[in-house]
């Protein structure tokens, strides 16, 4: 093994998010103990995979050691399991930045995330990045030695977990990581090597790389050889490589919660393999849960990118678009250069083939999830729904296919979850009914309430409901589907077409002309207000609503946009009222106009709340309410 240089090893501390999940991880997640293995099998091939990829630039990194492996051994006496590699290994400030700070581990999303569930915490670990850490629920003790690739220093880290550890000079035959943990006296069934090699073919059996351990021996001769013997422990076959028909349902599952990494099943994949002028094989999943990462656009999402089985990204974000960043997998393709980069990547035609194949499989998996097992398309719904629907507006060639997909709220449904397709809105639809009616709100109890569904509701016609926030930026780009196109409830003028008959239309017109008068005393008393003011029929049981211009921005996203800082120009809506409201009718006989006035500033202002907008002065709206209570 290696010996200590000259010198007195430093002492720091761990972050304080450190400290806390090493507590965790010592005293509370046990549900499965098994994963050490498993997090530091990953690690190790981890950083083969990156001394590859760096050797592609640089073949002296290999120096006279180029045949990548791991190897685990076991040492009875000692008490202690050790996982080495010969990958690219790290310098005293990467390990102070990698194991000691919380700058690459994830650890202050994990933390934040834990349930008080100890089985479910515990399969955070390996989605969260801070895999290492669980070293320490099995060994009271870690030590890495790790010499950097082309350094020739190593450096000595050791730990109990305790909120310190040291650092120290030392000495290394050659480049890599070896990982020591010295086993709690509760662990000693670790200590059988059967045991072990079942942990290693359970997790990491996919492995790329030949994972070792030394062969047991009864043989005297072969317990006094000066050389150990070692054995490989798994297949190393690249899961992908194989044909489909030889790979098991618990074979995709387990190379699933190893890349991806999650200890959760994955709720479908697709392994397809394209030969023809242009060769590459592609093995995608769709999560059941969402990572933490998610909603972050800027942070690079991605899949894994080989060719020819040759690991060289990850986070490949030119394979796959934004707006399916939740699928995990890889590409491996036999045409790219060994030494393809990001650079030549965002230029290269067979990557353009490549990702719209790659899309056009994804889309196709969730159709057939969601016409085959809608519960399951329901939990993703549910999950990634939101990020699905950033889609019309990066992908146009799929927008319809995309489209599909969605789902709603609507007012077909008396609540619960969104079951509503756009097929099964357009063939619920009334005849005469050319057009897919829709409301956007900050809230679904908003949008379930608006007045703009009044005449909607008394003439039976379906509306969608939406409420997340990026449905009104999402039907910018979303205009039609199927032939039928989308339109706004609440903007624009109310024409229903056929759907309303000539007895409906002749007293639309009657109503109208009934109330002229007191619209334009309206209007007069809030000219700099709005932009005109009409009588409706839109309306049944409310006395007024705002509406805006088919290309103007929701109310509520407006107060969105200025809460976020942004610069929103100033719109006036529109006032509509219903003239057979009482309120209209108590307006309508106010012969003072500065109490009209003050009226009709109120119904303004009320109909400017209920459509989710912000008032410029809530102070005198109350003021002003007080004050008609009063009269």
């Known amino acids: 093994m290696a010996k200590k240089a000259a010198g007195k090893p430093e002492s720091h501390e761990f972050q304080a998010e450190v400290s806390q999940l090493l507590n965790l991880m010592i005293h509370s997640l046990y549900s499965n103990k098994e994963i050490f293995m498993r997090e530091l099998i990953s690690n190790a091939s981890d950083a083969c995979d990156k001394l590859r990829f760096q050797a592609l630039q640089d073949a002296s990194l290999y120096g006279d050691d180029s045949e990548l492996k791991i190897h685990i051994s076991v040492d009875k006496k000692a008490k202690t399991i050790t996982v080495s590699d010969n990958g690219i290994g790290m310098n005293h400030d990467e390990v102070v930045a990698n194991i000691g700070t919380i700058a690459k581990s994830g650890t202050r999303e994990f933390l934040q995330s834990l349930t008080g569930d100890q089985a479910k915490d515990t399969q955070l670990i390996g989605q969260f ?28 880290w050791e730990s109990e977990g305790s909120g310190t550890y040291t650092l120290e000079n030392a000495e290394r035959a050659g480049r890599g990581t070896d990982v020591i943990l010295h086993l709690r006296k509760e662990e000693a069934e670790l200590l059988d090597n059967w045991r072990v090699r079942s942990i290693i073919r359970k997790y990491s059996d996919h492995i790329s790389l030949p994972i070792r351990m030394l062969k047991e021996t009864t043989d005297e001769k072969d317990k006094k050889a000066e050389e150990p013997e070692w054995e490989q422990v798994n297949n190393t076959t690249a899961l992908w490589a194989r044909a489909k028909k030889d790979i098991k349902e618990e074979e995709y599952k387990e190379f699933y919660k190893a890349i991806a990494p999650d200890f959760q099943d994955p709720l479908a994949w ?33 899949i894994k990118l080989y060719v020819k089985r040759v690991f060289i990204m990850d986070d490949s974000e030119q394979l796959m678009p934004k707006y399916l960043r939740f699928v995990r997998g890889l590409v491996d393709s036999n045409d790219l250069p060994l030494n393809v980069s990001r650079e030549i990547l965002q230029s290269n035609k067979l990557i353009d083939s490549i990702r719209s194949g790659s899309v056009k499989k994804i889309l196709g998996l969730l ?3 969601a016409k085959d097992k809608p519960e399951d398309y329901k939990k993703f719904w549910q999950n990634f729904g ?11 060639a799929n927008k319809d296919q ?13 609540g619960g979850e969104p079951y509503v397709k756009l097929d099964e809105y357009i063939a619920r639809m009334k005849e005469g009914q050319d057009k897919i009616y829709f409301i956007t709100a900050d809230s679904l109890s908003a949008a379930r309430n608006s007045p703009h569904l009044e005449a909607f509701k008394k ?61 334009e ?85 009320q109909a ?24």
């Open 402 to 414: 995309i489209a599909k997909l969605f789902m709603f709220h609507s007012t077909h449904e008396n």
């Open 459 to 519: 003439r039976g016609i379906e509306v969608l409901l939406m409420s997340d926030r990026i449905d009104e930026w999402m039907m910018q780009f979303l205009t039609e589907y199927d032939g039928k196109k989308f339109v706004s409830v609440s903007k624009g003028d109310l024409d229903l077409g056929a759907l309303d008959s000539e007895e409906e239309k002749t007293h639309a017109k009657e109503v109208q002309e009934a109330a002229k008068d007191i619209v």
């Open 270 to 302: 697709t392994h397809n393999r394209v030969e023809g002028k242009h060769e590459y094989t592609t093995l995608l999943y769709i999560p059941s849960q969402a990572p933490f990462d998610l909603w972050d656009r800027d942070h690079v999402h991605g």
């Open 521 to 605: 005393r309206i209007k007069k008393a809030l000219a700099d207000k709005v932009e005109d003011v009409r009588a409706t029929t839109r309306l049944t049981d409310s006395p007024a609503c705002v509406v805006l211009k088919e290309n103007e921005m929701a109310l509520h996203m407006q107060r969105l946009m200025k809460q976020a800082g942004h610069e929103v120009p100033a719109i006036k809506p529109v006032l509509e009222i219903n003239p057979t409201h009482d309120l209209i009718k108590r307006i309508e006989a106010e012969k003072d106009d500065n109490v009209l006035a003050d009226w009709a500033g109120l119904l303004l202002d």
């Open 367 to 369: 159709e057939t999830m």
């Open 386 to 396: 939101v990020v699905l629907k950033e889609g019309p507006a990066e992908d146009f």
């Open 608 to 631: 400017i709340v209920a459509e989710g907008g912000q008032l410029e002065n809530p102070a005198e709206f109350v003021k002003k309410l007080n004050k008609l209570l009063l009269t």
């Open 129 to 156: 990045g801070v895999g290492f850490y669980s070293s320490f629920i099995v060994a009271d003790k870690v030590t890495v030695l790790t010499r950097k690739a082309g350094d020739k220093k190593a450096v000595r």
